[in-house]
């Protein structure tokens, strides 16, 4: 009899699909890093604290290459993560949010007096620098595409990348503007021209190898609505 009562508490308080929540993120300050002590720090892994927490989910961080970290989505190897799923190669290996928890910013950048680009199109037959491993949003599909001409300059991090515009590599460079605008601090760049391209949804992307993969979805965004009507989260 007190083997069944705790039983049926345990199944009151307990997720069915109890398990930790594999969570990874990718270096994307100030909105996903790993801060000096080694712990995952930002704005939204902030609010993936608060949503996991709040839906009495246990978890774990782990900071990946975007690559290798897309790549773990699509085997189950990560549960979760928060941020752009427009990658054609990634998405039907996923299951993505209707709930838009933040934004990411897509900006081209340039030095001195170049053309402004507010289209794709505009980069045909032009040299581009890009941060390894990075969606833009779906843009990459397009720059990948052989038919468009475009020569893609790639490098590790937004100060990298900046190296390479000052020294006349290339004469656009695209990156998002939450950590370039970081690493602008970091890094003088004289005349520097920026102009904004598209703002995209960050929204949950789990995996559909993870367990219960719609529940853990929908009890997230649950549980992120809550908070926000609460005030806990913005």
């Known amino acids: 009899m007190k083997l069944c009562f705790w039983v049926i508490l345990l199944c009151m308080f307990t ?30 892994i ?12 246990q978890y ?16 189950g190897d990560i549960d979760l993560w928060v941020g752009l799923a427009n ?38 037959n032009k040299t581009v620098i890009i941060i390894r491993g990075y969606s833009y ?21 937004h100060k ?9 590599r290339a004469k656009y460079l695209l990156a998002y503007k939450e950590p370039m605008k970081l690493a602008l601090g970091a890094t003088k760049v004289d005349n520097i021209i920026t102009h904004h391209l598209e703002k995209f949804s960050v929204k949950f992307v ?8 719609k529940k853990l979805l929908f009890n997230l965004e649950k549980s992120y609505k809550e908070l926000v009507a609460q005030g806990i989260l913005k």
Request: charged share 15%; proline share 4%; aromatic share 8%.
């Open 160 to 168: 990298s990348a900046l190296k390479l515009l000052k020294i006349g």
């Open 60 to 75: 774990t961080f782990t900071l990946y290459p975007p690559k290798r970290m897309f790549s773990y989505l699509k085997s």
């Open 137 to 157: 949003g779906g843009w990459i599909d397009y720059l990948n595409d052989p038919a468009n001409n475009i020569q893609l300059i790639r490098t590790v991090n």
């Open 87 to 124: 990658s054609k190669k990634l998405n039907e290996h996923v299951l993505i949010g209707s709930t838009t928890v933040h934004h990411f910013t897509l900006q081209s950048y340039s030095i001195g007096k170049t053309t402004k680009i507010t289209a794709r199109q505009q980069l045909n």
């Open 15 to 44: 997720p069915s699909d109890a398990k930790s929540i594999k969570v990874g993120y990718i270096d994307f300050p100030p909105l996903l890093f790993i801060n000096n002590h080694g712990k995952a720090q930002g704005i939204l």
């Open 46 to 57: 902030n609010i993936l604290e608060k949503t996991l927490a709040h839906a009495n989910y």
């Open 206 to 213: 789990i995996s559909k190898k993870t367990n219960n993969a």
